[in-house]
């Protein structure tokens, strides 16, 4: 079974410490590889994919799947249909930073919930959490998350 972190194992000798958030162990990873902007952008991008598609699978034809992403971002009440968790998580009410939602389910760190689009550009913008828009295409619950910056 795959679990937090497993994405790290790759760059062996480093260690994932499971007590630190997705963000902090990558900046060490980062820092300890010395990597350049262009490479740290693409690993950081596939390091978040990765730990992502952990939580909710890469499946985005299974209702509970959308479900729980639906609970982990307190939508209420949770949609019975696939059609709706996608319409519900769409939605201009729902603001949420993807690495805050790792951490959260990771770490159970409290979820932020942006009361709108400015608060949720300003945290997202000023921790450099910004995920690829071409990746997110890859994983259909991301992309139901991903907001224009």
Known sequence: ???????????????????????????????????????????????????????Y??????????????????????????TQCKKASRSRKVWVNLVNLIDHRNLGVELIRFKNYRQFQEYTVELGNIFPKKKARENGFICALLRKL
């Open 1 to 55: 079974a795959s679990q937090a972190g497993d994405w790290f194992l790759k760059f062996a000798p480093f260690v994932y410490d499971p007590t630190f958030g997705i963000l902090s162990n990558f900046d060490r990873l980062a820092a300890s590889r010395k990597w350049g902007d262009k490479l740290t952008r693409k690993h950081w991008a596939e390091c978040q994919a990765v730990e992502f598609g952990q939580l």
């Open 57 to 82: 699978g890469k499946d985005s034809t299974k209702l509970e799947a959308w479900q729980q992403l639906c609970r982990d971002v307190n939508i209420d009440p949770v949609p019975d249909s696939i």
